[in-house]
Every structure is written in C-alpha cells, then in structure tokens.
C-alpha cells in the first residue's frame, strides 16, 4: 500500500537567518501565517522533496536535536 507523501518540510527564514524548522501540507499557506507573525520580511524555503508526516515529524525532532527553532 502506498503511502502519502504530501508533507513539506521547511526553513522560516529572514534574510539568511534560520527563524524556524518545521513542516506543513500547504507552503504558501503556512508562508502566509507566518508573516502574519514575523511581518513580510520572512520567507519560507522548502528543504528536500515531500514526504510523510511520519518521516517530518522524525525530521522535526532531528532539527530540535541540532539546534533549531521548531513549533509554531
């Protein structure tokens, strides 16, 4: 049985400064509530290809364990 690879994972950004870590079903959506936080400045870049909330929910947890900003 296939499974859904339709989570993105991503980098909040300003400028080159890493803000957050994170993954969502819709970038531009969560781009959108994000600068309704942070102000216009902030962008997000996608990081790899998609994939399943499982495997993001792993990447999540790697990216708290090296140091970076994860949650809302």
């Given at each position: 049985?296939?499974?859904?690879?339709d989570i993105y994972k991503y980098y909040l950004k300003r400028?080159?400064?890493i803000l957050h870590a994170g993954i969502t079903n819709d970038l531009q959506r969560?781009?959108?509530e994000h600068?309704?936080?942070?102000g216009n400045k902030v962008h997000i870049k996608?990081?790899?290809?998609?994939?399943?909330?499982?495997a993001g929910f792993?990447?999540?947890a790697e990216q708290?364990?090296?140091g970076k900003p994860v949650g809302s």
């Open positions: 049985m296939p499974t859904n690879r400028g080159n400064k969560r781009e959108y600068q309704q936080k942070y996608q990081v790899g290809n998609r994939t399943t909330r499982e792993q990447w999540e708290r364990e090296n």
